[in-house]
């Protein structure tokens, strides 16, 4: 089975402070995807990433960045955290290579709070 | 208007009975995924379809390409089936890179059926 996994399930962090959220998958995915999940607002994406070192900005991207160094690690980070961003955050991946399309596997996410 | 519409947004429905649950998109599409949520944030891909009809258990997955439209059927409903079903497509592929794998979600329906 594919396994896609996040450092932490829930965190709560102050307002200024680094953030670093990790996921690791272990299918040797292409693709990796953050989103962030809030009520009223349903899902929507951050940055993805199809290959290491290559990013994508997705709808939001504004107050985070991005790491993939290894095929199977990709980091979401804020820079410096604000309330705004208190939220659930989901990992997935997929594979993804030419023009095919391909279900995503999702983390069990992680809930931020920022105070 | 949101590209991904999903309707209802809350259902709920008593045990045995069948449920329909719509998604319409306004964009061109790949492939249109549903998924599931249960409560605590684990989200599962359930079907991912381009054309016609497709069946797991007690669950079918539709859609028309031409109405843009696709249908999640649960028959026979059973409280365990509780949680919230997401629509989703992928977008057509651009042409630098396969992001044929970014989804765009619609916001959700909320299903409990009560024994």
């Known amino acids: 089975d594919v396994k896609v996994t996040q450092s932490s399930r829930y965190l709560v962090k102050r307002t200024g402070e680094k953030v670093f959220l990790e996921c690791v998958q272990d299918m040797d995915h292409e693709n990796m995807f953050w989103y962030r999940q809030d009520p009223g607002l349903g899902l929507r994406l951050i940055y993805f990433s199809y290959d290491v070192k290559m990013k994508e900005k997705g709808d939001i991207p504004e107050g985070y960045s991005v790491s993939r160094e290894k095929k199977e690690r990709f980091s979401l980070i804020l820079e410096s955290a604000s309330t705004n961003q208190t939220s659930m955050y989901l990992c997935a991946s997929s594979f993804g290579t030419g023009t095919g399309f391909y279900e995503q596997y999702f983390g069990p996410g992680t809930r931020l709070t920022v105070t | 208007k949101n590209e991904v519409e999903q309707s209802p947004q809350n259902l709920t429905a008593q045990e045995g009975e069948f449920i329909t649950i719509n998604c319409s998109y306004s964009?061109?599409?790949?492939?249109l995924h549903w998924l599931q949520q249960h409560p605590g944030g684990g989200i599962v891909s359930l079907f991912m379809?381009?054309?016609g009809k497709k069946k797991h258990g007690r669950l079918i997955a539709t859609i028309n390409i031409q109405e843009k439209h696709s249908s999640l059927h649960i028959t026979a409903s059973h409280p365990r089936d509780s949680a919230v079903y997401i629509c989703a497509v992928s977008s057509l592929p651009r042409v630098e890179h396969n992001a044929g794998n970014m989804l765009t979600f619609g916001g959700g329906t909320r299903l409990m059926v009560k024994p």
């Open positions: 964009v061109g599409i790949s492939a």
């Open positions: 379809l381009s054309s």
